[in-house]
C-alpha cells in the first residue's frame, strides 16, 4: 500500500509512510471488510460513518508537518483509524467523535493495540474543537464542513496547521490552513468525498 497506493501519488513524507505501513488498517474495519482493507477506497464502519481511503489519510498527515513532538486535535475519531497514524506521527492526540458507540470502539481498539498512551478520544462536538485544552499545534478534521469552523481557527497555534475538507459544488476540497501573524494561509491538496460534519458548526442532523 505505502508503495504502490501512496509513494506514486505523491506523498513523500517517509514518517507518513511509514506510519501507515505499521498500523494494521484490517483491524479497523468490520471483519466482513476485512479482504477490503488495503483497497484505495473509503469502507462503512457503521453508524452511517467510513473509513477514509488509505491516501486520503495519508495526505491529511502529510500535510500538517508532523515531527513527533505535536499535540493534535483530530475531529471524527471513526473507527481509530487515523488516530493511530496520527499518535505514531505526533506526541499527543486529542480526538473528539460525536456518536457514543463509535468512540468506545476505538477507545477499546486503541487501547488494545497499543496506541493509547498518546491518544485520549472524547465525546462531543468536533465543530467546538476543545477550547480547554488549545493551542494545538495541528488539527485533523475528517468531515466535510461548509466553512472552517472559527472555534478550531482560534485553537491553532501559531504556525499551527488545519487540515479539513470543504464542501464544495460537486465535490469537496481538502484544504490545509497555516496560521500566519496575518492570519491564514490557504493551500487546496486535492478534491475528496467525506461523510458531513454535524455539528454547531457544521451541518445538522441528516
Known amino acids: 500500500m505505502a508503495e504502490r497506493q501512496l509513494r506514486r501519488r505523491g506523498i513523500g513524507d517517509e514518517r507518513v509512510l511509514a506510519a501507515m ?17 488495503y483497497a484505495d477506497s473509503a469502507l462503512p464502519i457503521g453508524d452511517q460513518q467510513t473509513i477514509s481511503q488509505p491516501w486520503v489519510v495519508a495526505a491529511i498527515c502529510q500535510a500538517l508537518e508532523l515531527g513527533g513532538g505535536e499535540r493534535v486535535l483530530e475531529v471524527g475519531t471513526g ?4 488516530t493511530a497514524i496520527l499518535a505514531l506521527l505526533a506526541a ?11 468512540a468506545a470502539d476505538a477507545s477499546d481498539r486503541l487501547e488494545r493495540l497499543g496506541y493509547g498512551d498518546r491518544v485520549e478520544i472524547r465525546v462531543g462536538d468536533g465543530s467546538l474543537g476543545a477550547p ?32 479539513l475538507p ?12 497555516t496560521r500566519t501573524a496575518d ?6 491538496i486535492a478534491p475528496c468525498r467525506f461523510v458531513p460534519l454535524v455539528g454547531e458548526h457544521g451541518f445538522g442532523e441528516r
Open 132 to 163: 480547554g485544552d488549545a493551542p494545538f499545534d495541528a488539527i485533523a478534521v475528517h468531515a466535510s464542513a461548509p466553512a472552517p469552523p472559527p472555534g478550531l481557527l482560534e485553537q491553532l497555534a501559531p504556525g499551527g496547521r488545519l487540515v
Open 92 to 102: 499527543d492526540v486529542l480526538s473528539i467523535e460525536r456518536l457514543a458507540g463509535l
Open 21 to 37: 505501513a505499521s498500523v494494521p488498517r484490517e483491524l479497523f474495519v468490520p471483519e466482513r471488510l476485512a479482504r477490503r482493507a
Open 166 to 177: 470543504v464542501a464544495e459544488p460537486g465535490a469537496d476540497l481538502l484544504v490545509c490552513l
Open 79 to 82: 473507527s481509530g483509524y487515523s
Open 183 to 188: 492570519g491564514f494561509d490557504r493551500r487546496p
